[in-house]
């Protein structure tokens, strides 16, 4: 079946670094995703890595994947009070249009 | 290009109302999804659209729920006989399908139903 599980809440100093973590369990998974959310608004695309991947990094943003244990992080340098918001994980399958299975989101407070 | 556009941005309606939202699709991108958040979760898909070709909709809701892409172009769902546990965000999102191309999202629709 497909489940995306993450940690509800996570605070952090301002410049400290934070990690949000995910755990997935359709062994099918082909893409990772991270998307932001902030109140009111839409999801913004923050990054992606494909299943064969174990890293990728953007700027301040690196993916951690761990295929074998199905478990993805995203870790972010510096942060800033302007990274405060709900972070979601993602998944899609081959075969399955794209469509994406959400975790429930992670919310990250960044305090000065 | 303008992103994902969707109207209206917040609708509010009594109980047993028909609602009807719009979605405008990054031009271009021939996917179409519809997703639904509730408080406190992450979007749950409802269905999708590759060009007009409803591609899935086993994920609607129910049978008052629908959706339609007549040109291959903007996208409306519609909620039939609305309840109260209908009120959520409507989010919208769309995509290329050469490749993988990753979804980018409306700034969604939010239901509230009284």
């Known amino acids: 079946g497909e489940d995306v599980e993450q940690s509800l809440f996570l605070s952090v100093r301002e410049g400290d670094s934070s990690v949000i973590n995910c755990t997935y369990t359709d062994s099918s998974s082909t893409y990772l995703y991270w998307y932001k959310q902030e109140p009111g608004a839409g999801l913004q695309l923050l990054t992606y890595i494909f299943s064969n991947m174990d890293m990728k990094q953007d700027q301040r943003l690196t993916v951690l994947l761990n295929k074998k244990d199905k478990h993805l992080s995203l870790r972010i340098a510096d942060t800033q009070t302007g990274d405060s918001a709900i972070y979601f994980c993602?998944?899609?399958?081959?075969?399955?249009?794209?469509?994406?299975?959400f975790g429930t989101g992670t919310q990250l407070k960044v305090e000065l | 290009d303008t992103g994902v556009s969707q109207d209206p941005r917040h609708k509010i309606t009594k109980r047993g109302q028909n609602v009807t939202f719009r979605c405008d699709p990054i031009?271009?991108?021939?996917?179409l999804y519809w997703y639904r958040q509730t408080l406190g979760q992450g979007p749950e898909f409802l269905t999708y659209?590759?060009?007009?070709?409803?591609?899935?909709k086993s994920r609607l809701l129910s049978d008052r729920f629908s959706a339609e892409r007549p040109k291959g172009s903007f996208s409306t769902l519609e909620i039939q006989r609305t309840e109260q546990g209908d009120s959520a965000m409507y989010l919208c999102?769309?995509?290329?399908?050469?490749?993988?191309?990753?979804?980018?999202f409306g700034d969604g629709t939010r239901l509230s139903i009284l």
């Open positions: 999102a769309s995509s290329q399908d050469r490749g993988h191309q990753p979804q980018h």
């Open positions: 031009s271009e991108h021939n996917r």
């Open positions: 659209f590759q060009n007009e070709a409803q591609l899935e």
């Open positions: 993602a998944e899609s399958r081959a075969g399955g249009g794209n469509k994406l299975t």
